[in-house]
């Protein structure tokens, strides 16, 4: 079954450090792959995303994420993070075999301490 | 419109009773996908509009799980006989049509089955 990781399901962080938040995905086949932010009490919101080209994707807020075919992953980076970055973090995929939908790995909570 | 809108945004059912969960995609959005998100958890697909057709209804976890967009704009996701179970943030999206399009999130409906 297809299926997206998140290695780390909490990562805290001091304010102005850099930070990596791991995804992994199951399958080589054709995928896009999305990161969304969601904020407390809030909808989700999309950081980024990645459809072809350039593997090296910015984001909106200074986020930053690289597709390795490879290693069949997508993690996300910010080198210096903010207090209200706190929020939870989602990886998804849409693997192109299955249709439009997407598939979210578990999500990682960044608490960013002062 | 100016972004995905749901009602009602916190549900409290006891166990049995019926719940309607309503979602009003962007305007002109013909893309139309409903997700679960229990506590904790990364949103899981429940089922895909395209217009008032439904695609892909395979996320449903049950036959008590029902969803119509009868005219391709508004959407209805309804719950019978209502379990504990089914306690969770109903998400709705809605995205243009093409393949890799970004899905928008609506606030969610917060359910909790008593």
């Known amino acids: 079954a297809q299926s997206v990781t998140q290695l780390d399901s909490q990562v805290p962080v001091f304010e102005e450090a850099p930070v990596e938040l791991r995804c992994n995905y199951s399958?080589?086949?054709?995928?896009?792959l999305f990161w969304y932010v969601q904020y407390p009490n809030q909808g989700l919101q999309l950081l980024l995303k990645?459809?072809?080209?350039?593997?090296l994707v910015k984001g909106i807020n200074g986020f930053e994420a690289e597709f390795n075919k490879s290693q069949t992953s997508f993690h996300l980076r910010k080198p210096s993070v903010h207090i209200s970055d706190t929020a939870e973090y989602f990886c998804?995929?849409?693997?192109?075999?299955?249709?439009?939908?997407?598939?979210f790995g578990g999500g990682t909570r960044v608490l960013v301490k002062p | 419109g100016a972004g995905v809108s749901q009602s009602p945004r916190y549900k409290v059912a006891k166990r049995g009773q019926d719940v309607a969960l309503r979602c009003d995609p962007i305007?002109?959005?013909?893309?139309l996908f409903w997700y679960q998100q229990a506590l904790g958890q990364g949103p899981e697909f429940l089922t895909y509009?395209?217009?008032?057709?439904?695609?892909?209804k395979s996320g449903l976890p049950s036959d008590r799980f029902f969803a119509e967009r009868p005219e391709g704009s508004v959407s209805t996701l309804k719950i019978q006989r209502t379990q504990q179970e089914d306690s969770a943030v109903y998400l709705c999206?809605?995205?243009?049509?093409?393949?890799?399009?970004?899905?928008?999130f609506g606030p969610g409906t917060r359910l909790l089955v008593l």
């Open positions: 305007s002109g959005h013909v893309s």
């Open positions: 509009f395209q217009n008032e057709a439904q695609l892909d």
């Open positions: 999206a809605s995205s243009l049509e093409l393949a890799g399009e970004t899905q928008y």
């Open positions: 998804a995929v849409t693997f192109k075999a299955a249709g439009n939908k997407l598939t």
């Open positions: 399958s080589s086949v054709s995928v896009y």
């Open positions: 990645y459809l072809s080209g350039s593997t």
